[in-house]
């Protein structure tokens, strides 16, 4: 799983990057409707959730009493029929942001994601542990993990649907 994993969260990631690169800071910056997201603020969002589920991964490997949930159906993250409102936790401001600081800040998440992910020795354990997740409750760590770039993949599409209507 584990070169799975970072070949997935490359790729996407690689993806993700394509579709603003290039973009100039209007563009990067401008919402459509007051609903809507900028693409800085998409950007914003998978930063904040990578941060955030890293936290989540890590504070369930750290329960002692840690139970093994079963497995959701994290497939579903991809899929932009099923609205989904952020957490307030994971919500972007509106910082006017360039495309040099968006990718500081991706790189930021991934780079403290993979840190704690490559010491991790016996990667098996994420399947044995648990945390509540806000939409799919509780859920095994190394679903959280899938997570990532399943849910980076949802705002690509997100990314696509509003540059196609700048």
């Known amino acids: 799983m584990h070169l799975d994993v970072v070949e997935n969260l490359t790729a996407t990631r690689k993806k993700l990057l394509h579709e603003i690169s290039g973009l100039s800071d209007e563009k990067l910056n401008k919402k459509l409707d007051e609903d809507t997201w900028s693409l800085a ?4 969002h998978l930063y904040l959730s ?4 890293t936290q989540a ?35 972007p401001g509106d910082d006017h942001l360039d495309y040099q600081q968006i990718k500081e800040l991706l790189n930021k998440s991934r780079n403290l994601f993979l ?21 799919f409750g509780y859920m095994p760590l190394d679903q959280w993990v899938e ?16 540059k196609s209507q700048l």
Do not use: M, W
């Not at 009493?65 to 989904?84: C, H, I, M, T, Y």
């Not at 990667?123 to 997740?133: D, N, Q, R, W």
């Not at 990532?148 to 599409?157: D, Q, T, V």
């Open 57 to 91: 991964i890590i504070y369930g490997l750290s329960k002692s009493n840690g139970r093994k949930a079963e497995p959701v159906p994290v497939q579903l993250a991809a899929d932009r029929s099923q609205k989904a409102k952020a957490p307030e936790i994971v919500a």
């Open 147 to 162: 997570l990532i770039y399943l849910h980076e993949e949802r705002h690509i599409k997100q990314i696509k649907e509003i």
């Open 50 to 53: 990578e941060s955030v589920f």
């Open 41 to 44: 603020q998409v950007c914003h």
């Open 115 to 135: 840190e704690f992910y490559n010491q991790l020795e016996d990667k098996s354990i994420l399947a044995e542990k648990s945390t509540k997740h806000p939409i």
